[in-house]
């Protein structure tokens, strides 16, 4: 898998390719659909974020707004008191990188000043644009991600994937991000219906390379899964794992997870695979 660099906010990088990044998920919210309330406490969320870390994650996803089907909107002021004081106690407590899940240009702007280094759109830049113009400014790490949410899809799964994110990368270039600040992601559950809509993404992800941006995989605890392996909400870490070695193998870089150590094992053992995928042949045996 061929390494680059992903540049981020506060001359901060990180190298993608050789080996894959877990995102640990910090939902700072009461209702997102599988840890609402867990983390809603600033202290509680910075003890969570710790655990995160010390199982393997390289960087922690801040997020204060729940993006579950039928959740309950709330106010960009809102959003920001839940996770400014988390994101600028996490930029003080060590060397840890900090994205913040947020679709608002005012929220992602607060954030990166706050200690974020990287701003995660899951309305991948349609829904707010002037947030690219945050992006571009302050130097952030971009993940756009696609949704169906909210309007027709095409009927063929990765033809929709091409058609949302090209629009997306546009709106980027217009705002002048540069192609080595983005990560794109194919929103796994985000108005994609079925199990098999799901499914046909995982098996046909490797398509999305021609896009020719590393991408990132968000298929954690996921209704497919449980259609699929039968687990509720919370029991679905082994599902998750199992997904995740399948797409770093199909080329995924980052992966944001909510049970990370489960993760940080499976992901290991397909990053074992590849390297002796790529290792040259030892003809020792041979006779």
């Known amino acids: 898998m061929t390494a680059r660099q992903w540049q981020l906010a506060h001359g901060r990088h990180i190298d993608l390719g050789g080996k894959a990044v877990v995102v640990g998920i910090l939902n700072v919210t009461p209702d ?24 393997g994650a ?3 996803d801040v997020g204060g707004e729940s993006t579950r089907p039928g959740s309950a909107a709330i106010s ?3 959003e920001q008191a839940r996770i400014l004081p988390v994101i600028e106690a996490l930029s003080k407590s060590g060397d840890v990188l900090i994205s913040v899940d947020t679709y608002r240009a005012d929220t992602a702007r607060l954030a990166v000043a706050a200690g974020a280094h990287i701003v995660n759109d899951v309305w991948g830049l349609q829904r707010e644009p002037e947030i690219a113009r945050v ?18 899809k095409l009927p063929d799964v990765i033809a929709d994937q091409f058609m949302f994110l090209e629009k997306s990368l546009e709106i980027a270039r ?9 990560v794109l992601d194919p929103g796994f559950g985000f108005a994609k219906e079925t199990a098999e809509e799901n499914l046909d993404l995982m098996a046909r992800f490797s398509e999305l390379h021609a896009l020719g941006f590393p991408l990132m995989a968000g298929t954690s605890r996921k209704r497919f899964i449980g259609t699929v392996t039968g687990r509720d909400a919370a ?3 082994a599902g998750t794992a199992a997904t995740s070695a399948i797409l770093r193998l199909k080329g995924a870089h ?3 997870v909510h049970d990370v150590a489960i993760n940080v094992d499976a992901l290991a053992m397909a990053d074992a695979m590849l390297a002796r995928q790529t290792a040259k042949p030892d003809h020792r045996s041979e006779r």
């Open 32 to 55: 997102s659909f599988s840890d609402g309330g867990l983390f809603h406490d600033p202290e509680t969320a910075l003890i969570q974020a710790r655990r995160l870390m010390a199982e």
């Open 58 to 60: 390289g960087i922690i």
């Open 76 to 78: 960009a002021g809102e």
């Open 135 to 152: 992006a571009a400014q302050t130097g952030a790490g971009l993940i756009i991600m696609h949704t169906g949410r909210d309007r027709e």
């Open 174 to 182: 217009r705002y002048g991000i540069a192609d080595d600040h983005i």
């Open 235 to 237: 029991d679905r870490a």
């Open 254 to 256: 980052l992966f944001r």
